[in-house]
C-alpha cells in the first residue's frame, strides 16, 4: 500500500516517535511505502511532501517537535482546499492517510472521509481533550515539564514568602492545570471548566498563608475564567480554527491577589516551553503503541477510525465521535481530589 502521513495543529513531544512507529510498522510489517506531508493539511493542500523510510526515522524517537513540520492550516478555509487535497492524493496514488492531531487536524481528515478519502487518525495534544481516549499523545510530558518548573517555583516563593502564579496551557479544558497543581502541591488550581471568585481564592491564600507557611502556588490553565462579571479580561485573537490565542489570566489573577491581600505576587507563564523538548517514556510508548496501531486500521480497512487508549488496551473509535465535543476535567476528579488540597 501507499499511505500518506501528516502532523497537523500545536506540536508536542511524542509526534516523532509516532512517526517512527507508523513508518516501522507500515515498511517492516507490511512492505508499505510512506510519504510525509509537510506542515499539517497545508502539505496536502499545496503537495509539499517527502519520502518516509525507516533510514529517515533513525534517531527520532527521543526528539521533540516533529520531523514533518506542523501548522494550523484549515482546508475548509483555503479557496478550493478540499479539492486540491483530494486532487494531491490522488496524483500520489494513496491508498491511506493517517493524520496525527488533535480535534482541528482529525476533524478535517473525518470530514475528507465522509467524502471517500481513507482516513485513520492518531490522537496528540497537550491538553489531552480529545474525547474517546483517555490520553492522547503529550499530555504526560507536558505535565511533566509543568510539575517540574512548579517544584523549582516553590523554592524561590518560599525564600520570599510570595504568590507564585504558574500559567499552563489549555485553553477549554484544565487536564494540565489539575494534573500539575496535584502532582505540584498548588494552593489553588484555575481551569476553565470551574470559573472562580477571586474572593475564594484569596480565602485560600491566607488560610494557608496563616498557617505559618506565606508561601503559594496557584496554577492557573490560561483558559481559567473568574465569575462572570468579577475580573476584566483583554479579547484575545482568533486563529483559522476560530480558537483564542490565550495568555494572560495569571497576571489578572496576581495583581489581583498582591491588591487585595497584600501577599507579593510574581507571575510565571510556561507557555510553548510544555510543548517543546524531549518526550516522557510514557509517551514515546503511547505514540508507539498508536502508530503501530494506527497502520493495522489500514490494513483492516478501519476507514474514519481514531486509535484511543482504554485503560490499558488501545482500542479503535469513530474520529467523529473523538471530534463531537471537547473531553474536559472529570468534575470528581476536581472536587473529590483536587480541591481538597486547596487552602
Ligand atoms: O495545541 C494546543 C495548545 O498548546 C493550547 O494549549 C494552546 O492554547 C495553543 O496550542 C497555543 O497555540 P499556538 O502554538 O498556535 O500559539
Not at 480529545?130 to 511533566?144: H, K, M, R
Not at 514568602?161 to 488550581?189: P, S
Request: negative net charge.
Amino acid at each position: 500500500m501507499r499511505i500518506g502521513l501528516l502532523t497537523g495543529g500545536g506540536d508536542c513531544p511524542g509526534l516523532n516517535p509516532a512517526i517512527r512507529a507508523v513508518v516501522r510498522k507500515c515498511e517492516v510489517g507490511y512492505g508499505d511505502e510512506v510519504i510525509g506531508f509537510l506542515d499539517g493539511w497545508r502539505g496536502v493542500v499545496e503537495d509539499a511532501v517527502v519520502p518516509l523510510d525507516v533510514e529517515r526515522c533513525r534517531g527520532i524517537l527521543p526528539r521533540g517537535g516533529t520531523i514533518l513540520g506542523t501548522s494550523r492550516t484549515n482546508p475548509y478555509r483555503i479557496e478550493n482546499g478540499p479539492a486540491r487535497a483530494v486532487e494531491t492524493i490522488e496524483r500520489h496514488h494513496l491508498d491511506a492517510l493517517i493524520a496525527i492531531g488533535g480535534e482541528d487536524t482529525l476533524g478535517v481528515a473525518d470530514k475528507l472521509g465522509a467524502s471517500g478519502i481513507p482516513v485513520v487518525g492518531i490522537p496528540k495534544t497537550i491538553d489531552n481533550d480529545l474525547s474517546e481516549t483517555d490520553f492522547t499523545i503529550g499530555f504526560d510530558t507536558a505535565v511533566q515539564i509543568a510539575v517540574e518548573s512548579i517544584d523549582r517555583l516553590h523554592t524561590t516563593a518560599e525564600s520570599h514568602h510570595r504568590v507564585l502564579v504558574c500559567e499552563v496551557m489549555g485553553r477549554h479544558a484544565g487536564w494540565i492545570a489539575t494534573y500539575a497543581g496535584i502532582a505540584g502541591g498548588a494552593t489553588v488550581i484555575l481551569v476553565p471548566e470551574e470559573p472562580f471568585a477571586i474572593d475564594s481564592v484569596c480565602e485560600y491564600l491566607r488560610h494557608r498563608h496563616c498557617a505559618g507557611t506565606y508561601a503559594s502556588i496557584v496554577v492557573a490553565a490560561e483558559g481559567a475564567k473568574p465569575v462572570e462579571g468579577t475580573l476584566a479580561l483583554v479579547a484575545p485573537e482568533l486563529d483559522q480554527f476560530g480558537h483564542e490565542r490565550l495568555g494572560g489570566i495569571s497576571t489578572v489573577v496576581a495583581e489581583e491577589v498582591e491588591h487585595r491581600t497584600g501577599y507579593e505576587s510574581r507571575v510565571t507563564i510556561l507557555g510553548h516551553v510544555q510543548r517543546g523538548g524531549t518526550p516522557s517514556a510514557f509517551d514515546r510508548v503511547l505514540a508507539t503503541r498508536f502508530g503501530t496501531a494506527a497502520v493495522d486500521c489500514v490494513h483492516d480497512g478501519a476507514w474514519r477510525s481514531m486509535v484511543a487508549l482504554h485503560g490499558t488496551r488501545v482500542e479503535r473509535v469513530p474520529i467523529a465521535d473523538a471530534v463531537a465535543k471537547l473531553k474536559t476535567v472529570d468534575p470528581d476528579l476536581f472536587r473529590s481530589v483536587a480541591e481538597v488540597f486547596f487552602g
